[in-house]
């Protein structure tokens, strides 16, 4: 990520080496990214506490994770679904949108 960093000459980027289980982020984040990260469950549990309200969780995953949706923790969603290609990979590869579902309240 540094390297990467250094090479676009990106300005308003931090990285941070930490475990998420221990981290403190000083604010929410609107988006969290994640690669070949964790399973759904264990991600959304683990970044879910550091994202605003109204933030998306965007999992990169290979094949279409259809059992992990399946254990997604209660209050998540799919918001959107999109099959990546990636050039010289002869793969599957997904990107989901996971987002907190809206608390209708009724009166």
């Given at each position: 990520m540094q390297q990467a960093v250094?090479?676009?000459?990106?300005q308003n980027v931090v990285v941070i080496q930490a475990r998420v289980e221990g981290w403190r982020p000083p604010?929410?984040?609107d988006a969290v990214i994640s690669r070949a990260f964790a399973s759904?469950?264990?991600f959304v549990t683990f970044t879910g506490k550091h994202a605003c309200e109204n933030a998306i969780l965007y999992a990169m995953k290979g094949r279409y994770p259809?059992?992990?949706?399946?254990e997604l923790p209660e209050g998540w969603k799919v918001r959107a679904q999109h099959s990546l290609h990636v050039p010289g990979l002869?793969?599957?590869r997904h990107l989901l949108e996971l987002q907190r579902e809206l608390v209708r309240v009724t009166s």
């Open positions: 250094l090479e676009l000459g990106l604010a929410c984040f759904l469950n264990d259809l059992s992990e949706l399946a002869d793969a599957e």
